[in-house]
């Protein structure tokens, strides 16, 4: 169980390194090829649902990665006013994804591709808050034009 969340803790700090990198706009919204990614406007959607309700009120942080692409999963663009945890609601919580490009500066383009990848999640009691040391870890979640669903139950 220590291991467990010294893991989501180092989890924890390299999804706000991501993110404090993210938050540097880039200065435009031009629409590229961001390896994987759509457009500043269109990209794909992770779906997690069966959260038990003990959790509802809270926030969730999402990161998902292969070797050759990472992503993550927050409500709102970088740098259009701070990074926003998506929220639990009845059992359930729903984020747009965001594939990280160094040609635009961080996680500033929609995730839209074809991928799987290994995922990780963590719960925070605020946002911002604290991450509370839960969280789950999915191996091979496919993405098909960057969407996902997966149940809380089929982590571990």
């Known amino acids: ?10 989890f924890s700090m390299v999804l706000i390194i991501g993110f404090s990198f993210a938050a540097c706009d880039d200065g435009g919204d ?9 457009g500043s406007g269109t ?3 992770f779906t997690l649902t069966d959260i038990p309700a003990q959790y509802n009120g809270m926030y969730v942080a999402f990161g998902g990665e292969n070797g050759s ?5 927050f409500r709102d663009k970088p740098g259009a006013g701070g990074l926003q945890l998506s929220p639990i609601a009845n059992g359930k919580a ?15 383009k ?4 074809n991928d799987t990848l290994n995922c990780e999640l963590s719960i925070w009691n605020g946002d911002p808050g604290n991450q509370i040391g839960v969280g789950r870890t999915f191996s091979s ?5 960057g969407n996902a669903t997966k149940s809380w139950n089929d982590g571990n």
Do not use: C
């Open 141 to 145: 979640i496919t993405f098909t034009n």
């Open 43 to 45: 990209g794909g959607t």
């Open 69 to 73: 692409i990472t992503i993550q999963g």
């Open 94 to 108: 729903s984020f747009p994804l965001w594939v990280s490009t160094q040609q635009y500066g961080g996680f500033t």
């Open 110 to 113: 929609r995730y839209s591709g």
């Open 1 to 10: 169980m220590k291991n467990v969340l010294k893991a989501f803790g180092v």
């Open 30 to 38: 031009s629409d590229g090829d961001g390896g994987g990614g759509g």
